[in-house]
């Protein structure tokens, strides 16, 4: 052995969508479980060997936002910019895709390299929409794989995915996300002045100083800097009368939105005949005038009908 | 943007003086009130548009400019006592309302309700949350952004209501739905 290439994934979503079951099904018995440092919170991590590819998989907490009011958002937000995994497969419920694709925005804003998995596409299939998943992936320019992670479904090729992207044989160019003119000009300018390392993505970095993040501010030193940041952020603030974190939030739930009105279609409904006679027959107030209408039309059958056949039968007498 | 700037203190101009029409405003004093860069600019288009006149350096509103600065000091009026009635503190109310007046007609704050008012069944547009940065940005997260349509699933007297909105179900605790201020759809 020894000639494996490591390489390591997490798993990151909302709560609730597939993720611990999709780790499971890749890691099966190899797992480790334990705390992440010095938090209380239960870290999952385990690995797998698949063509000659050592795998490590890391499940992360299951979370909303990056906006750090919980120690999951900045466990899982700190993993994924600092500790840099290869690969991010975002776990998304294919139920629910607004809510989600909001999340997936900020993965992509964190500059992680994504695949998605768009999972419980069996519950998709008994609801009333469909997802053009093919039209999705073109407007994020994300693989996409839909999955039933609970029957095994999708999850081989969710790992050649994630492989192909570590190899680098796909070209990873996510969607871009901007903000408006006043945003943008603010950012790029104070690019311009924070120009020490830090181990997080540096638009993300600027980004947060500006929504005035104290976990990220607090990295910054130099009383001159934050005295520019705090001046932007409050031209920002004059501007829209709303703290900036907010703007940018509802901006992201605006694309969201708009993604997933191109996507969602709602299927046709096919009416089928037995659905439509269930209708009719078992409507609280029809039901009646139908089962009156039925009785009446047996009766009048049977004696039309009956009349007739006694007759056609007494000819034989 | 810029625009928008002119126009809001335009109006800010003549709400003042319609305030003050008693007084007579000298413009040294409106410029030491308003303490604005372009002040200069900006009287002169106000007296090109026809609002106010000058003599002998006092500021006076014209018949037109008196209707438009009434119309926004009502408007400044309605909205400070809407922000008081959903029990924002008065200071705060007074700054909020010089921002709002500028953006909104009287007929848009109608039907205006704390979500807890909303029936089972019955859909609002989220118009405000009331509360602290932190509780805001975590509902914004969950999409409880303004604009956005939620409908109440269902309601248990002095339990959670559970409402939907952008295709998904959630659960809010009674302490959370009167800080969210919807406008009612019929
Ligand atoms: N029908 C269906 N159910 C699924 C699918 N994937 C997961 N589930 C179910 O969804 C629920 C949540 O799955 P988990 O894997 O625990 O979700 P999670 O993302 O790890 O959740 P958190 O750890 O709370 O963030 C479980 O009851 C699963 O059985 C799927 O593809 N189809
Ligand atoms: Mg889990």
């Not at chain 1, 060997?49 to 909303?64: A, R, S």
């Not at chain 2, 026809?50 to 400044?76: A, P, R």
Request: overall charge negative; aromatic content about 10%; charged content about 30%.
């Amino acid at each position: 052995m020894g000639e494996e290439k490591e390489l390591t994934i997490a798993l990151a979503g909302n709560a609730n969508v597939g993720k611990s079951v999709i780790f499971n099904q890749l890691t099966g018995s190899h797992q480790i479980i334990g705390n992440w440092p010095g938090k209380t919170i239960e870290k999952r991590e385990g690995y797998l060997i698949y063509k000659g590819y050592k795998i490590k998989v890391v499940d992360l907490p299951g979370i909303y936002s990056f906006s750090t009011y919980s120690e999951e958002e900045l466990i899982s937000r700190d993993f994924i910019a600092k500790e840099k995994p290869d690969v991010v497969i975002n776990v998304v419920d294919a139920l629910h895709l607004e809510r989600n694709l909001f999340f997936t925005l900020q993965l992509i804003e964190l500059e992680a390299k994504l695949v998605i998995a768009l999972n419980q596409i069996d519950l998709l299939e008994k609801s009333d929409f469909t997802i053009d998943s093919n039209k999705l992936e073109n407007i994020l320019n994300i693989p996409i794989v839909p999955t039933v992670a609970i029957e095994g479904k999708g999850i081989e090729k969710l790992i050649e995915k994630c492989i192909e992207i570590y190899e680098g044989e796909i070209k990873y160019e996510p969607i871009k996300i901007e903000y408006g003119k006043e945003v943008e000009e603010r950012v790029n300018e104070l690019i311009k002045v924070v120009s020490f390392d830090t181990s997080y993505p540096k638009r993300w970095f600027n980004i947060k100083l500006l929504e005035g993040d104290e976990k990220i501010k607090k990295l910054v030193r130099d009383e001159k800097i934050l005295e520019i940041i705090e001046k932007k952020s409050k031209e920002l603030e004059e501007i829209h009368g709303e703290p900036i974190s907010l703007i940018l939030t509802q901006e992201k739930y605006n694309l969201s939105n708009k993604i997933t009105s191109e996507v969602l279609i709602k299927k046709e409904k096919r009416v089928n005949i037995s659905d439509f006679l269930d209708k009719i027959f078992l409507h609280p107030i029809f039901g009646y005038f139908t089962l009156i209408i039925s009785l009446f039309l047996i009766f009048y059958l049977i004696f039309k009908f009956g009349n007739f056949v006694s007759r056609y039968l007494e000819s034989f007498f | 943007m810029k625009n928008i700037f002119m126009k809001k203190i335009k109006e800010e101009i003549l709400e003042y003086l319609f305030r003050e029409k008693k007084e007579m405003v000298s413009i040294s004093e409106l410029k030491s009130y308003f303490n604005f860069e372009n002040f200069d600019e900006i009287i002169n288009s106000l007296v090109i548009e026809g609002k106010i006149k000058l003599e002998n350096d006092f500021v006076i509103l014209t018949d037109q400019g008196e209707k438009e600065g009434e119309d926004i000091f009502e408007k400044h009026e309605f909205v400070e006592d809407f922000l008081k009635n959903i029990g924002v503190p008065e200071d705060f109310a007074h700054e909020k309302a010089c921002e709002i007046e500028h953006h909104i007609s009287e007929d848009k704050l109608k039907d205006i309700y704390p979500l807890s008012k909303l029936n089972t069944g019955e859909v609002g547009e989220i118009v405000l949350i009331r509360g602290g940065k932190g509780l805001i940005q975590r509902l914004y997260d969950m999409g409880l952004t303004p604009g956005t349509e939620i409908k109440v699933l269902r309601q248990a007297p002095f339990g959670p209501i559970e409402i939907s909105l952008r295709g998904y179900h959630l659960a809010l605790g009674r302490g959370v739905i009167d800080r969210i201020w919807v406008k009612k759809k019929n």
